[in-house]
Nanobody
């Protein structure tokens, strides 16, 4: 099992930036891919971005492409989500997740371990 702890959420004005961090521990050798998802009140959890743990291959949801950047520091067992040009519609609880090989990159079912989430609120 992999333990994940997110940090870096908060309140920011529209147009501002935040960087989320997710520290992994435990069976990190089993991680193939790390992802960020988010869930706004009354909405389903949605895919944001993903990165392969060792190869650094990234993929983004259309809604964040060009504004968000996912990166990983294997030495620190940490994945980051740099969020720029934030919009009020980015307001949500953000979760990081770890996935073994296989599965569909953008679906939550492919990810086996999840963090507790961190709140991001963007004011207009």
């Amino acid at each position: 099992q992999v333990q994940l702890v997110e940090s870096g959420g908060g309140l920011v004005q529209a147009g501002g930036s935040l960087r989320l961090s997710c520290a992994a521990s435990g069976r990190t050798f089993s991680i193939y891919r790390m992802g960020w998802f988010r869930q706004a009140p009354g909405k389903e959890r949605e895919f944001v971005a993903t990165i392969t743990w060792r190869g650094g291959i990234t993929y983004y949801a259309d809604s964040v492409k060009g504004r968000f950047t996912i990166s990983a520091d294997n030495a620190k067992s940490t994945v980051y989500l740099q969020m720029n040009s934030l919009k009020p519609e980015d307001t949500a609880v953000y979760y990081c997740a770890a996935a073994p090989p296989g599965g569909v990159t953008t679906t939550s079912g492919a990810y086996s371990d999840w963090g507790q989430g961190t709140q991001v609120t963007v004011s207009s």
